[in-house]
């Protein structure tokens, strides 16, 4: 098991829009790009404990040319509103950096 | 034209965003090049809802004439078409009349009298819900199907135009036009399109260049980048000398504020990128790209509707107390359990339930309004931002007016002297207007790309 922001040179989060928020997870190698792209802590179920997103809109495309995987995920609350903190979605892959991964069963 | 006849269409694409600070060198560098235009959009909805809501522009008029002035001078020198699109941030009809107004006021000044195009792409909310009940109106994820109500909450509502009305404007013969909302690519995608470039290579440099110059190694070098479209691909060179493109930084690009990077819906098809290569060309500073298909599809543009809603008040103070860093999450749900009270102790009956405070505390959780992990050390001070909502500015005020001395003295500690927060202005409150919000994410499906796009023509 390991943090996400052990295996990654760069994470940003960005909206895609009014109401989507894209994440790019840049791997720090091609190995971990292929150990962790698939692991669980990367899953839909993750993205609704974190962001209170639906879990069956969360969009997950790799990425191998960057040892990249982009996420996408519907907002909670669209761009803008009452209680808006985040305008940009600039800051929400943070709480994403802690989130502990598991490679396939064997390796680690 | 002969397909034989055909070479490749350079385009300026000067700045990310008309009114972001326009280089003339960089325009110079480029027309020397054998610019045939100059496009760039003038918005996007990135920046939040107000500016389709209230038809207002982010940049402001002196930049916004300042860049456009560059660019008439080069219109004017080398007798190349601008194309600007989604004018004044929003693309609205109030956007697109605001530029219109600081264009005029350009060519009058530089004494040249261009062709000007103005293409509307807002829509009325009878026609919305009249092009809905006919069921030509679908919802994209996660809205659902669109009510009536939902258009009747919206203030302004446009349409997303593709490269159709843009090309129709060239060819009766624009020497400008200012696009209504567009979608970023087709506005850069249009003039190469309609000199015989191809579709796939064209709608691939348009997304690429959409934001100037920032799918170059070093966006701070500079401003813009120059597109060169073929029939089967294209370059692209930053307009600043000092600066490169590389095939990073411009594949890169298609993962920007696009859920995903290989293929992108657009009006009347779909730009596919699975196959596209990015190489370096032997100058070191342009990359050759190729490979972008354009599968045509049924012509659908996508709505964007904004409403205004409830009204805010804000106030903030500073925070250096230890009482009060000691325990911030505490703190925190007293405070905002004192503020409400004395919210409804002041508001007249029946309004006395009807409103909203938050509390943003800075330096703390503010970002998220998350729990903060066991452990988390003190902070030095927190700035703490009071948010009253309310449905007019004169209550969310009156709100503001009757928690402000316990905003600035609730103590963490009771039987204590009262403390006194920092207030960094005088008065503490400030009236911030309506909360805006997009209303619409939905697509409509047209017969005809002009159906829902009013040209208008200006001579000058």
Not at chain 2, 37 to 63: E, H, P, Q
Not at chain 2, 142 to 155: I, K, R, W
Not at chain 2, 433 to 442: A, D, R, S
């Given at each position: 098991?390991?943090?996400?922001?052990?295996?990654?040179?760069?994470?940003?989060?960005?909206?895609?829009?009014?109401?989507?928020?894209?994440?790019?997870?840049?791997?720090?190698?091609?190995?971990?790009?292929?150990?962790?792209?698939?692991?669980?802590?990367?899953?839909?179920?993750?993205?609704?404990?974190?962001?209170?997103?639906?879990?069956?809109?969360?969009?997950?495309?790799?990425?191998?040319?960057?040892?990249?995987?982009?996420?996408?995920?519907?907002?909670?609350?669209?761009?803008?509103?009452?209680?808006?903190?985040?305008?940009?979605?600039?800051?929400?892959?943070?709480?994403?950096?802690?989130?502990?991964?598991?490679?396939?069963?064997?390796?680690? | 034209?002969?397909?034989?006849?055909?070479?490749?269409?350079?385009?300026?694409?000067?700045?990310?965003?008309?009114?972001?600070?326009?280089?003339?060198?960089?325009?110079?560098?480029?027309?020397?090049?054998?610019?045939?235009?100059?496009?760039?959009?003038?918005?996007?909805?990135?920046?939040?809802?107000?500016?389709?809501?209230?038809?207002?522009?982010?940049?402001?008029?002196?930049?916004?004439?300042?860049?456009?002035?560059?660019?008439?001078?080069?219109?004017?020198?080398?007798?190349?078409?601008?194309?600007?699109?989604?004018?004044?941030?929003?693309?609205?009809?109030?956007?697109?009349?605001?530029?219109?107004?600081?264009?005029?006021?350009?060519?009058?000044?530089?004494?040249?009298?261009?062709?000007?195009?103005?293409?509307?792409?807002?829509?009325?909310?009878?026609?919305?819900?009249?092009?809905?009940?006919?069921?030509?109106?679908?919802?994209?994820?996660?809205?659902?199907?669109?009510?009536?109500?939902?258009?009747?909450?919206?203030?302004?509502?446009?349409?997303?135009?593709?490269?159709?009305?843009?090309?129709?404007?060239?060819?009766?013969?624009?020497?400008?036009?200012?696009?209504?909302?567009?979608?970023?690519?087709?506005?850069?995608?249009?003039?190469?399109?309609?000199?015989?470039?191809?579709?796939?290579?064209?709608w691939h440099a348009g997304k690429i260049g959409e934001c100037g110059v920032q799918c170059s190694v070093n966006p701070t070098l500079g401003s813009g980048v120059l597109l060169t479209v073929g029939r089967d691909g294209f370059e692209v060179e930053?307009?600043?000398?000092?600066?490169?493109?590389?095939?990073?930084?411009?594949?890169?690009?298609?993962?920007?504020?696009?859920?995903?990077?290989?293929?992108?819906?657009?009006?009347?098809?779909?730009?596919?990128?699975?196959?596209?290569?990015?190489?370096?060309?032997?100058?070191?500073?342009?990359?050759?790209?190729?490979?972008?298909?354009?599968?045509?599809?049924?012509?659908?543009?996508?709505?964007?509707?904004?409403?205004?809603?409830?009204?805010?008040?804000?106030?903030?103070?500073?925070?250096?107390?230890?009482?009060?860093?000691?325990?911030?999450?505490?703190?925190?749900?007293?405070?905002?359990?004192?503020?409400?009270?004395?919210?409804?102790?002041?508001?007249?009956?029946?309004?006395?339930?009807?409103?909203?405070?938050?509390?943003?505390?800075?330096?703390?959780?503010?970002?998220?309004?998350?729990?903060?992990?066991?452990?988390?050390?003190?902070?030095?001070?927190?700035?703490?931002?009071?948010?009253?909502?309310?449905?007019?500015?004169?209550?969310?005020?009156?709100?503001?007016?009757?928690?402000?001395?316990?905003?600035?003295?609730?103590?963490?500690?009771?039987?204590?002297?009262?403390?006194?927060?920092?207030?960094?202005?005088?008065?503490?409150?400030?009236?911030?207007?309506?909360?805006?919000?997009?209303?619409?994410?939905?697509?409509?499906?047209?017969?005809?790309?002009?159906?829902?796009?009013?040209?208008?023509?200006?001579?000058?």
């Open positions: 098991m390991t943090k996400l922001r052990n295996v990654c040179r760069h994470i940003r989060s960005k909206q895609a829009g009014p109401f989507w928020v894209t994440m790019d997870i840049w791997f720090d190698s091609a190995e971990n790009f292929q150990r962790y792209k698939d692991s669980p802590g990367l899953g839909p179920e993750v993205f609704e404990k974190l962001f209170g997103t639906d879990p069956d809109l969360v969009r997950k495309i790799p990425v191998p040319d960057f040892d990249l995987v982009k996420i996408s995920y519907p907002r909670a609350n669209p761009q803008g509103g009452m209680v808006e903190r985040d305008m940009h979605s600039g800051q929400q892959y943070v709480r994403l950096l802690d989130v502990e991964l598991e490679g396939p069963s064997g390796i680690d | 034209m002969t397909a034989d006849a055909f070479s490749p269409v350079k385009i300026i694409v000067p700045c990310g965003s008309l009114g972001s600070g326009v280089r003339e060198e960089e325009i110079e560098y480029g027309l020397a090049k054998g610019a045939m235009a100059i496009a760039s959009d003038a918005g996007s909805t990135d920046s939040g809802a107000a500016y389709l809501a209230t038809g207002k522009s982010k940049n402001s008029r002196g930049a916004v004439k300042r860049d456009l002035t560059i660019l008439m001078k080069a219109h004017a020198k080398a007798g190349i078409p601008v194309i600007v699109g989604t004018s004044g941030q929003a693309g609205g009809d109030l956007n697109v009349n605001w530029t219109r107004d600081i264009l005029l006021e350009v060519v009058k000044e530089l004494g040249i009298s261009p062709r000007i195009a103005l293409l509307y792409s807002e829509q009325n909310k009878a026609e919305v819900k009249a092009l809905n009940a006919g069921g030509r109106i679908k919802p994209l994820p996660p809205l659902g199907a669109l009510e009536d109500e939902t258009v009747e909450s919206c203030d302004h509502i446009v349409a997303l135009m593709g490269v159709e009305p843009y090309i129709a404007a060239l060819e009766q013969g624009a020497d400008v036009i200012l696009g209504g909302r567009s979608t970023d690519p087709a506005v850069l995608a249009s003039f190469p399109i309609w000199k015989g470039a191809g579709w796939g290579a064209a930053p307009l600043s000398e000092r600066n490169t493109c590389t095939p990073y930084s411009v594949s890169a690009h298609m993962l920007y504020e696009n859920t995903n990077p290989y293929l992108l819906n657009e009006p009347g098809g779909q730009l596919d990128v699975n196959n596209a290569r990015y190489e370096q060309e032997e100058d070191g500073r342009s990359v050759r790209v190729t490979g972008a298909a354009w599968n045509p599809g049924t012509y659908t543009m996508k709505l964007e509707g904004a409403g205004g809603g409830r009204y805010q008040t804000i106030m903030l103070v500073g925070i250096q107390d230890p009482d009060v860093l000691q325990d911030v999450s505490g703190f925190h749900d007293r405070f905002l359990d004192v503020l409400y009270a004395r919210a409804r102790q002041t508001l007249p009956p029946g309004e006395d339930d009807d409103f909203h405070i938050s509390l943003r505390m800075y330096g703390w959780n503010a970002v998220d309004g998350a729990d903060v992990p066991e452990g988390t050390p003190n902070p030095r001070e927190i700035g703490v931002l009071f948010v009253a909502t309310a449905k007019t500015q004169e209550l969310a005020n009156s709100i503001a007016h009757a928690c402000n001395p316990y905003f600035f003295h609730y103590p963490a500690v009771m039987n204590k002297e009262l403390p006194s927060y920092g207030f960094p202005f005088t008065p503490a409150d400030i009236p911030r207007g309506q909360v805006y919000e997009f209303k619409l994410n939905h697509v409509v499906e047209v017969e005809d790309p002009l159906q829902l796009v009013r040209t208008v023509w200006v001579n000058s």
